[in-house]
């Protein structure tokens, strides 16, 4: 079955200069919030918030005990510990290793780079912040 051609075109619903407009402004809402968000946070003003959160997930009766079946805390901690340097590095190197085994060096260049720049920018974020623990 060949598929004819209508000869119309599928145009976008928006301008070019729209669609430039609606990501311009993504941008600058997500700068703005994360300002915002910034400067609560070096003050201390989400510390309320993140207690809530975390007396939500207890037991009312017992800090101590979590909400959910007995498994659930394991599985937490397992899941988070994924998140470790030691297991990230892991993975990056041996990622760049294959990706080195298969000739694509330019894209081991960028794992690395996107790797490395990635933990500075977190590093420096938690330095900036300082947030009790």
Known sequence: MHHVKSGLTEKSPLTPEAKIFLEVFAV??????????????????????????????RRPENPAIPLGPGW????????????SGADLTLACTILVGFLCLNR????AGYVVASVGSGL??????KDFFVRRR
């Open 72 to 83: 659930l805390p394991e599985v937490a901690r397992d899941v988070t510990a994924l998140g």
């Open 28 to 57: 600058v809402a997500c700068l703005w919030t994360f300002v915002k968000l910034a400067g609560k946070i070096r003050k201390g003003g989400t510390d309320e918030i993140d207690n809530q959160i975390l007396r939500a997930l």
């Open 120 to 125: 500075l920018l977190c590093q420096f974020l």
């Open 104 to 107: 694509r060096f330019r894209a």
